[in-house]
């Protein structure tokens, strides 16, 4: 049945012994909307599976597109800021394209308890899903920095999200968040072992390998993204990552960026307003001049973060999860968050034909 479409409706009974009662008056019925939104204009629903074609990140008409939208904080601390509530205000009062579930391997994170931690990723993915979101699923690694030491978590982790989820047209996985102290070679020999792996059950979804220097192709450890040019991860439909923060990461950073977004496929999955540390002052002219390269460039991002931690880089101020909200309009947001807000919010470009 059509939401408010009117239905005409009449009734026969048959009692016990098989006798057929006369028809019924007709009854006439009108459906209702179920309040959500329309079939097809959601991001996902619009883009459907992405794929990678050439250096951009291309939906299922094969139209280079940007996504744009908010990664949440670490799971072992700040879940409960991600609620049925406060996902509709992301997907419905933002406007955000994709939620980066941002899962902790160390640190009081998956190792832990892995069970409970991937079945909270489950969930996640199921509530971005629902709200018709893309779902980016960041294995968080970053003390060790080196991804190989959590290679045989990775594997398992990963087998069993793709697994579960390889049916959905919604997902991108990033398999490395922010390598450090270790050389681009070490990343991409993680990378070309744990690719197949996911690859086994899910052959389609896009893998994002994290790059060396904190995510910062390389500019952060005196190197750049030439090394990845010349040493390229041996797999398709992959895109490597690029983090920012603007009052730390000058025009260097930025000038890495246009430039390796010319050779090879960025995502910029986690960046912020303020410095590296994800507190301090917001620098957001600087930050203006990177959305900017990322818009002409289509370069999809997300933002950090979408929690209430004390630091300037959570958009949400202190105690309004703990409040349970309120989670729409600007009430309850720090100044990066009504900044960003603001800029997620803009109408996005997803072209169909």
């Not at 909270?120 to 060790?144: C, F, K, N, S």
């Not at 040019?229 to 890495?256: C, G, K, R, W």
């Not at 986690?270 to 994800?278: H, M, V």
């Not at 002409?296 to 105690?319: L, M, P, Q």
Request: glycine share 8%.
């Amino acid at each position: 049945m059509s939401a408010s479409t009117a239905y005409t409706f009449t009734v026969r009974a048959r009692d016990a012994a098989g006798n057929v009662s006369p028809v019924s008056d007709a009854v006439t019925a009108t459906t209702q909307s179920n309040g959500g939104t329309p079939p097809g204009t959601t991001p996902a629903a619009i883009n459907g599976r992405l794929k990678v074609c050439g250096v951009k990140l291309c939906n299922q008409y094969g139209k280079p597109i940007q996504l744009r939208g908010m990664s949440s904080h670490g799971l072992q601390w700040y879940s409960h800021c991600l609620t049925g509530g406060s996902l509709d205000a992301l997907a419905t009062d933002w406007n955000s394209d994709v939620l980066r579930i941002s899962l902790y391997v160390q640190e009081g994170g998956y190792e832990t308890n892995p069970r409970m931690f991937t079945d909270r990723v489950h969930q996640l993915i199921e509530m971005a899903t629902a709200r018709g979101m893309y779902a980016l699923v960041d294995w968080h690694q970053l003390t060790p920095g080196d991804p190989n030491y959590n290679l045989s978590r990775a594997k398992t982790f990963f087998t069993e999200i793709a697994q579960r989820h390889r049916g959905k047209t919604n997902l991108l996985y990033d398999i490395a968040n922010e390598p450090n102290g270790v050389s681009w070679s070490r990343i991409k020999s993680y990378a070309e072992q744990l690719i197949p792996v996911i690859r086994a059950q899910d052959p389609a979804t896009p893998i994002l390998i994290g790059t060396h220097g904190w995510g910062s192709l390389g500019i952060s450890d005196g190197r750049n993204e030439t090394d990845i040019i010349n040493n390229p991860v041996q797999a398709t439909n992959i895109m490597y990552t690029f983090h920012f923060y603007a009052a730390s990461h000058d025009q260097e950073y930025l000038d890495a960026l246009n430039r390796a977004s010319d050779r090879i496929p960025i995502f910029v999955t986690e960046f912020g307003t303020q410095e590296a540390s994800g507190d301090g002052p917001n620098n957001f002219t600087r930050t203006q001049q990177y959305l900017d390269l990322m818009a002409a460039k289509k370069i999809s991002w997300v933002n950090w973060n979408f929690s209430d931690d004390e630091r300037t880089g959570a958009v949400f101020k202190v105690g309004t999860c703990n409040n349970n909200g309120p989670w729409t309009g600007t009430t309850s947001l720090k100044p990066a968050g009504v900044w960003i807000r603001d800029r997620i919010r803009t109408p996005d470009s997803f072209p169909t034909t």
